[in-house]
């Protein structure tokens, strides 16, 4: 039996090592470690593979939303409207910033947020929307720009989990004000350490991120704005340089997974197995099921310890297959965030889907064969799960 685990980058590296391995070698002969050419040239290479005229490289992620809220103004007094189902750093950075997160409940087939929620939380202080592109699934972009317009409100995407998705073909990141990526390993375009970027039509944007990343000094050892040292090395921006060049292929190895998943799991009437929504174009960072919940006892209810898709998950675990949870507490109902007011039960779906979520593992190169010891291996556990239920 072979172990498979949620992800395997080893098969990326063995594409680009010998192109990759010369290219960061020359980085450390030439001395030049933190920009320079190497840097200029992914940001530019990026900015073209999304489409638009800005590309800001940065620490991570979390930098590159963090990054983008300061560029826009958006702090104390403000609300930012975004998905209680994502990574923390998606509000965590609302927070840093000095505004208040506003989470809107999600919709359980694309596990993207309740777009018709969102236009009903917006007040007057709400100044922007973060769409998350969770799990490489791309929101609705057309409705929530029209949205956003309507109301005069910034559209920050979360593109962290997306790269090389889009909606009505245009790709992600290219559709909002500003999108934010991260090139954490295990994205779609992972750096071998962290990364990130911003991307952007609005030059008056891209040259505020620029300083802001950079100390808030326009020029040297002049500071005009309080800001923080988000850089990328020169390292991880030449192996991203050489990735990008594959992107597409591996996301539709990525997609060609996905398909094969549904083949082999839409007969399992106990699971509900993601959708792709018309107009997107799902780069499938993830591959996210729902194990249903049987029904649970009053007292039982908030129970995120041990559910049902935790004891599959563990049944997995024993029959080689690797799989991971995402995210298995909503945002609101964090620890850091009951000051906020939300209570349990008051965003029913994401309660729901933080329960019952399990992805399975799904990666560029993963074989037929690996997917179908996956499927078996699911099946035989709920199949093992209802026999000492009988």
Not at 199 to 222: C, F, V, W
Not at 336 to 350: D, S
């Amino acid at each position: 039996m072979n172990k498979i685990p949620p992800v395997d980058l080893t098969r990326q590296y063995e594409i680009i090592k010998e192109e990759a391995n010369l290219a960061v070698l020359e980085i450390l002969k030439s001395g030049r470690y933190i920009g320079g050419e190497a840097v200029a040239t992914f940001e530019q290479q990026f900015a073209n593979y999304i489409g638009v005229a800005e590309c800001v490289s940065c620490n991570s992620g979390t930098d590159a939303l963090f990054l983008a809220l300061k560029a826009l103004n958006i702090g104390v007094g403000d609300e930012v409207i975004t998905s209680p189902f994502t990574f923390f750093a998606t509000a965590e950075v609302i927070t840093r910033v000095g505004a208040k997160p506003i989470f809107v409940d999600i919709d359980l087939n694309t596990f993207n947020f309740n777009l018709a929620q969102v236009e009903q939380a917006i007040t007057s202080k709400t100044k922007a929307i973060i769409p998350v592109h969770l799990f490489g699934q791309p929101v609705d972009m057309s409705k929530l720009m029209a949205i956003a317009k309507s109301h005069n409100l910034y559209v920050i995407e979360d593109c962290a989990q997306a790269t090389g998705a889009a909606w009505d073909q245009n790709k992600v990141g290219s559709i909002g004000h500003v999108g934010c990526f991260s090139f954490f390993p295990t994205k779609n375009l992972g750096a071998c350490g962290d990364g990130g970027a911003i991307t952007t039509n609005d030059k008056a944007i891209a040259k505020q991120m620029r300083i802001l990343k950079e100390h808030g000094s326009p020029t040297r050892y002049r500071h005009d704005f309080i800001g923080i040292n988000s850089r990328i090395d020169a390292i991880q921006a030449v192996i991203l340089t050489f990735k990008l060049r594959h992107l597409d292929f591996w996301n539709e190895q990525r997609q060609q997974a996905a398909k094969y998943y549904q083949e082999l799991l839409q007969s399992v009437n106990s699971l509900k197995l993601p959708q792709a929504i018309e107009g997107g174009d799902s780069v499938w960072n993830q591959y996210t099921i729902c194990i249903a919940e049987r029904q649970k006892a009053e007292s039982d209810r908030g129970n995120y310890s041990f559910t049902l898709r935790d004891q599959i998950r563990k049944q997995l675990q024993d029959k080689g297959v690797v799989s991971l949870v995402y995210y298995p507490i909503p945002l609101h109902l964090q620890p850091v965030y009951q000051n906020l007011g939300y209570q349990e039960g008051q965003l029913p779906i994401v309660e729901q889907a933080a329960r019952e979520v399990l992805s399975l593992p799904i990666f560029p190169g993963i074989s037929e064969a690996e997917q179908e010891q996956v499927a078996y291996a699911l099946k035989d556990c709920l199949l093992e799960i209802e026999e000492n239920n009988v």
